[in-house]
C-alpha cells in the first residue's frame, strides 16, 4: 500500500478527529478489519458483525501496533492513540478505498457474471501478469468488504488490477464499481443465481449491468455475444466488443474439440489474428471463459503468444470443476462443489456425458433460488435423466435435492441401466456410496456452498471400492 497521511484519511471518509489527538506526520501503511493481524502501523476499522462488533477490539488494534482507529462511538478515548469518528465505519472503508483507487492510474478490470466470473477473474490475470504485476481479487474478497481491502493492495509496483464483483442484491455491485472505477467491464452471461432476491433474469442483469455504473468515460465493455439478455445492454454503451462461438463475435472460437476431462481445442479468432489453443480446462464454458480472458489481453496489448502460452498451461482454482485422480488412478472426481446455480449444473453435466466409462453424478441443494426453486430443481433432475447419467445420487435434508430425485426417479424406474438414489444427509450417503461407485468410475460432485459437499469428495478419496 502506498502510505496516506491521516490527515487525507480523515478528508477523504469525512471524519473528525477525536480528543485532538495529534496527527501531524502520521501516515497509515496498511487497512485491517482483524485486530489480530496485520495492523502494525494500519489503519483498524472496526466492524458491526452479527455476532461480534469491532469497536471491542480497537484496543487489541492499538497494542498490535495500529496507528489509529475509525469509530462510530463519541465516547471513545484512549490517550495518545488517534481516533477518527465516522458515521459508519462500513461505508468509511469504502469511501476510503474509492480515494487510494483514485491515486492510480494503471487499468483496473472490473469482472461479474452469473456463474464463471472467478475462473475468467483467474484467467484473465494469467493472461495480464504475461506482460504486466497484476493485483487480482483473492478467494471470495469480492464483495463490499473484500474489494476495498483487494484496493489497498495496490501499490506504486501494480501494473494493471483485476477486480471481481459479486452480489447478493441490487445496489452492491453498483457501490463496487463506485470504488474501482473500471476501466475495462466484463459480463461472463446471466443466468438464474440470486433469483431469489432479484426476481428475474431482467432483475439480474439490471443489477449486474450496476458494473458500467462508474466505468471510466471511454471504458471498454466486453459481453458474451452468445447471451441474450446482454444483447439489450449494448446500445447504451459507448464501448463494446463480444466474445462467443460466432464470426460476428469480435473475439471467438472456431473448431471447438471436446476431449471431455483431457480438456478442450478450439481456435482463437479476431479481426486480426488467429491461434490455435489445447487447453486443460474442459466444457464449452471453459472455452467462454478463456475468451473473454483473451479479449482483455488482446485490448491491453498482450502478445496472442503469451495469451496462448497462459491459457493452455492454466489450471482451474480448487472445487471449480477440478479434476482429482485418487486411489491409484481408480477413480476419478471431478469437485466442482464451490457453488451451483441450474445453468452451471446442467453444464457439468455436460461435461460428464462427454466422457467415456461408468458416471456417477452427486448432486446437492441449489441455493438463492426462492420461489423458483422447486421448478429449478426438477428442471436439473429432468435434464440428468435426458442426458443419461448413469447413476445419479441426491443428497440434501431440504425438500429440494428430492425434486431432482423425483425428476430422474421418473425417466429411471422405466429401465434398468439407469439408477437414482437420494439420501437427507452427507453421513448417510457417504456410507452407501461404496455400494454405489466402484472403482474406475468417473464422479462429478456438485452442489452450491452452503451443501459443503467436499467432504463427500474428501470421502471418495479415502474410501475402500469394489472391483466391477
Known sequence: MRPIPIDDVVKAVGGKVLHNADTFGVKIYGVTIDSRKDVFNSLFVPLKGEHNDGHNFINQAFESGAVCSFTERDSENIPGKVLIKVDSTNEALKKLAEYY?????????????????????????????????????????????????????????????????????????????????????????????????????????????????????????????????????????????????????????????????????????????????????????????????????????????????????FNPPAMRSSVIKGLDNKLTVINDAYNANPDSVCAAIDVLSEVKGNRVCILGDMAELGDFSEGMHKDVGEYAAKVGIEHVVCVGDSSMSGKIYEAVHSEYSKRSDKFVYYFATQDEMIKKLPNIIHEGDIVLVKASRSSGLEVTVDALLSMQLRLK
Do not use: W
Open 101 to 313: 483507487r483514485s491515486l492510480f492510474s494503471m487499468p483496473i478490470v472490473a469482472i461479474t457474471g452469473s456463474s464463471g466470473k472467478t475462473t475468467t477473474k483467474e484467467l484473465i490475470a494469467s493472461v495480464l501478469a504475461m506482460k504486466y504485476k497484476v493485483l487480482k481479487t483473492e478467494g471470495n474478497y469480492n464483495n463490499e468488504i473484500g474489494l476495498p481491502l483487494t484496493v489497498f493492495n495496490i501499490d506504486d509496483s501494480t501494473e494493471c488490477a483485476v477486480l471481481e464483483m459479486g452480489m447478493n442484491n441490487a445496489g452492491e455491485i453498483h457501490n463496487l464499481s463506485k470504488i474501482g472505477k473500471p476501466d475495462i467491464c466484463i459480463i461472463t452471461n446471466i443466468g438464474v443465481a440470486h433469483i431469489m432476491n432479484l426476481g428475474s433474469r431482467e432483475g439480474i442483469l439490471k443489477a449486474k449491468s450496476e458494473i458500467f455504473d462508474y466505468m471510466q468515460p471511454n471504458g471498454l465493455a466486453i459481453l458474451n455475444g452468445g447471451d441474450n439478455l446482454l444483447a439489450s445492454v449494448k446500445p447504451r454503451l459507448k464501448n463494446v466488443i463480444t466474445f462467443g462461438f460466432e464470426s460476428t463475435d469480435e473475439v471467438y472460437a472456431d473448431n471447438v474439440i471436446s476431449k471431455g476431462l483431457d480438456g478442450v481445442d478450439f481456435v482463437l479468432k479476431s479481426s486480426d489474428s488467429q491461434s490455435p489453443i489445447s487447453m486443460k480446462t474442459f466444457g464449452k464454458h471453459a472455452v467462454l471463459n478463456a475468451l473473454a480472458a483473451a479479449a482483455v489481453g488482446l485490448k491491453l496489448g498482450v502478445p496472442v503468444s503469451d495469451i496462448k502460452k497462459a491459457l493452455e498451461v
